[in-house]
Structure formats: C-alpha cells, structure tokens
C-alpha cells in the first residue's frame, strides 16, 4: 500500500532539537489512519532515507525560505523514486511554480494545510492530483490538533502548540500579516487546552505558542474601534481580548511544573492585567521584536508602535516584573544604524533585563515590503551567483549566499556582519550568561541556563551569521553535544492520568 510521508528539510542535523516542527504533527493528524501511519522526517534530527519512499507514494514536504533549497533536493529524489510530491509551507505559499520548476512538484498547497490535505491525497492516490490548492486561511476553529502520540522519544525538549494564527501589524521585514493575515484567528481554548494536557501526560513541561502575536488586541485598538460610530468592530474586539483572557485562567488551572514561551509585540507590557493573567497561566517567556533601539531605526521597519531608550528599557523591565523572561529580537544593518549601535543594542539588552536576545541581520524574505523595494532595486543591478539572481537568494548553496543583501549608507556589510558577531558574542560570553544565571534560584537551574544559552547562541548564531565553515562546523557540534546534554532538563515525569481541568480523564488522541 502506498505510504504518506511528511518531511521536515534542513541541511543541518543535530540528533536533538529544541522545539517540535508543528506542521509534521498537525499534518500527520489531518492524513488521519486511512493510509496507515504517516512517515514523518525530521531533517534537524536526522537525515531522509531516500530508500524509504517507494513508486506511489505520496512525500508531502513543508518548507520556508530558509530550507527551500534543501525542500527542492527532496522533491526532486522523491518524484525520481516515482512518489508524489506535494510541497506546502509559506515558502511554498509565495512561490508555487518555484516548487514546480525546482522542487519537481506535482502539486502545491497555498496556505493552511489543515483541512485539504486528505483531499490532496486523495487525488494523487487517484492519479490526479491538481497542480496548485488553496487551502485558504482557516477559522481557529478549524486547526487541527497535532499527533503527539506519533513524536518520537527524547528527542525534542519543546512541544509547540498554536494558539492564534494572523497579525494586526504590518512590519516592512515580516510577511506573516500577509500570508496568515491581519485578522488574528483564535483557536477554541478547550482545544488548546487538551493538547496541552496531552502535553503533559506525555511529560512534556516546556511548551512554546506557535503564534504570531499572543497580544493581537492592544488598547489603541480598542481605543480606535472605541472612536466609530459603529460598535460592532469595538465588540468584535473586545469578545477577543476576552477569548484570550479565558484561555489563560483555564492554563493557570494545570499542573505549576509546566512553562509556556510565546511571541509578543511589546504593547502588552501597558497591559498590567494582561501581563498578569500571563504570569498566572505559566507563560514565563516571550519573544518581543525590539527590533531597534531608536525612533528612526524603528521608522526603516514601521515598527513606529515600538518604543525606545529609556521608555523601551521601562517596557521591558515590566515583562520581568511580572516573571515574563523576554528574548529581544534586535535587527542589525538597518539603514540608520552606526558602529555604535552593535554595542549600544548590547547594553540596553542588559540594562531592560532581557534574559535572552538575538540580534538577526536584516534579510529581505520573500512577502515582505522590504523584498518587494530590494528586488525591484536589484533586479536592475542583475546580481547573480553561481548561476541564480540574487533575488532568489534561498535558491544560492547555503555556504556561497551572502550575509547580507543591502548596501548600507555607512558601513560595510563586513562591518555590520562582525559587529553582529561581536554582540552574540558580548552577550553571550561566560561572564556575562553566569551573571545573568541568578534569575533561576539552584545551581542545577543556574547549569541549566548556561547550557541553554549556549545551545541557543550556538544553533541560531553561529551557524546562521559566521562566514568561514570550520567555526560552522564547530558550532553545529558543540550544538549537538549540548542538545544531548540538555533534552533530559526539559522533561518532566509523564502524568498519564492528568485530568483535563472541568472534564472528566478521556482518551489521549484528540481531534
Ligand atoms: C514557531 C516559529 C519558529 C520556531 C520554530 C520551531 C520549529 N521547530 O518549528 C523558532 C523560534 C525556532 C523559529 C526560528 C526561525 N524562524 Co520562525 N516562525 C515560527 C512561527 C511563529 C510559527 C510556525 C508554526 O509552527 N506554525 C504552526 C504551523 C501549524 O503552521 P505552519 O508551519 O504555517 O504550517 C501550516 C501551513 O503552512 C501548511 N503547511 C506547512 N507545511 C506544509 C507541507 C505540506 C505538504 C502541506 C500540504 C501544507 C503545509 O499547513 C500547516 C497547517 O495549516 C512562524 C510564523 C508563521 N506564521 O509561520 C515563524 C516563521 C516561519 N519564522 C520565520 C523566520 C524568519 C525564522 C528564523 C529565520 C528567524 C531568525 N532570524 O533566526 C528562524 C529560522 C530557524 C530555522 N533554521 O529554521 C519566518 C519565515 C519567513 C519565510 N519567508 O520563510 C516566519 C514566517 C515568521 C516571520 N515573522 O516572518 N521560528
Ligand atoms: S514582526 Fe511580529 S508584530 Fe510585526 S507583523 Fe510580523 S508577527 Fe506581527
């Protein structure tokens, strides 16, 4: 019988890996049992088997930009093993005839895979599969649960749970308010909740939202709707800000050893009562776009919503008085910054308390406002590399790609590249990860962190900005040695009869 199988692809194994791919697990439950199991691959585990997929098979494989390439290598050995190959994924989303002419594609699926996905399958078993389905945008009732039950053992330290799809915002360099919209999309909290629970059962403790925004209603919002003549946008609003609150009273309701992570814009730290209901549901860290630390670099990436100096250092302080650790996501090689900012940024991220940061160099993705202005611009310049235009700069061999894409008006880009190394490296250096350890009270805690910081600079900086490939190479082990050494700090002892709170203990597999 033919075999479904669902590929996660990257070039970089590590044996462990920190959080759970949802789409694999949300996927697998959307095949359902008809086929029998899905096969699922994870490439930040382990490599694909390419023996594995056999003539008439269907190889469904996710991808973003980042791991497009390596989608494209998979697809086409997949359709040469006489599969079919369907590709899905955001990357997938903007460019399907990318997928077609690259990745040897039958079919693409656009947008949320969720519902059409049995569809999909169903066409290809009948040997007519369509070229491009679109599997639109979803109401939150409508995102399947993910098959927990099919993870592999020990392998990941975080399970990874969505909660809201869609963000209000529009910043130049994210394409997620237009890909997954601007209407946030909620998900039944009873939902969520039994996931979690499942979660946990499982001994899972550390579980990371999977949104975009967790904070989608601030109060400008409600002040603005507050303004219209019509109420209904007001009420639209308000039920919910509601919806949210209610989702986080019923995880305050579950076992206190369980730790959530999620992304945030800062305007939720105003939000006393939100902030609060966030320490009483367990959400001990979040992700906040800081982006930049003065006005006019948050005017390059419209991100005029943000604050800075001393205000920013006050907003995020409040996250931590209320037990909310934050990791600051900062940019680097935005048109106003200096040599000064690589070390300025440093230093407010230590003044604000931040307990983690990444400092990212700034990329054009495809979708984003910042793509469309630098292709247009580069498009006239006609760079290529090996063979492909750079504005299809995914399509470049990872190690030829360029770290950065944009002219700068006033440093180099190998300025800009190495003060964004020196700032991961400031940041985190011995010293200064041990002084900030003393948020976590033991010393196994204060181990914990050390490790944790270092796998966290090791996986997404070293491997992502540094140029010459032993120090990859380097970091790409050291990341694996401490991802083994770490997983087991994670986990929690399984609780399989952990009621679900207001229900009575049902069955473990939810739909
Ligand atoms: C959680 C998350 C992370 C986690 C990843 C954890 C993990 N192991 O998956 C962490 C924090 C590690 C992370 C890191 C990064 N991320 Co991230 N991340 C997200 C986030 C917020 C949610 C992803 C998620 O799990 N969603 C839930 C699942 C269920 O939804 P989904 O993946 O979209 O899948 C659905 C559909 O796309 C479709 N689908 C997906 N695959 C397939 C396959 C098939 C066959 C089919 C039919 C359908 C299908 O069906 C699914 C169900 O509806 C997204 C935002 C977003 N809206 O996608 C950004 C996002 C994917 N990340 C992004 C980026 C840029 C990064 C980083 C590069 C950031 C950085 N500068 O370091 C790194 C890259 C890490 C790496 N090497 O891969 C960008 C990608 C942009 C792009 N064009 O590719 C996004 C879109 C955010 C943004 N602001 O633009 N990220
Ligand atoms: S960067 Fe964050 S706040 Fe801005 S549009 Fe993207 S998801 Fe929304």
Redesign the pocket.
Known sequence: MARIH?I?P?T?SFGV????????Y??AS?TGTRWGEPRIVDE?LEQIDPETIDSGDVV?????????RRGYEIGREARKRGAWV?????????FPDEAMTHGAAHSV?R????V??PQ?IDDCLAGQPRSV?D?GR?AGDS??S?RWDLLPQGRYMWA?V?TV?GCPKH?S????WR??GQEPRQRGVDRVVREVVELRRLGFRFI?L???NFYPVTFSDLAQAKRRADDSRLRELEALRAERFALMARLAELPDDLVFYT?ITMEAAEDPAFLDAMRRAKIRGA?VGVESVTHEGLKDVYKGFNLAGDELVARLRAFRHYGIHVLG?FIFGLPSDTKDSFDATVALAERADLTFA?F?LL?P????VDFEKWAAAEQSRGTMIDGVPLTQHWLIPEHRRPRLYTEHPTMSLEEIRCGTQHAWDRFYSWGHVWARSRVVESVRARIAFVLISKLYRQM?ANT?IATDSARVQRSARWARWIGYACRRLFLGKPMPNLAIPGEQLVEATFN
């Open positions: 669902l996660n990257s970089q890996a920190v959080i759970t791919p949802r789409w694999l949300v996927l959307a930040t469904g494989i996710g991808i973003h930009t980042g791991n497009a369907v590709f899905g994924g955001i990357h997938a989303t903007l699926v947008g949320d895979g969720d059409i996905w999909v389905y599997g979803i995102f399947a993910a990874s969505q799809r910043c360099f994210c394409s997620v890909t997954d990371a999977a949104d975009d992304q992700l996501s990444q990212v990329t993705f495809p979708g984003t997404y992502g």
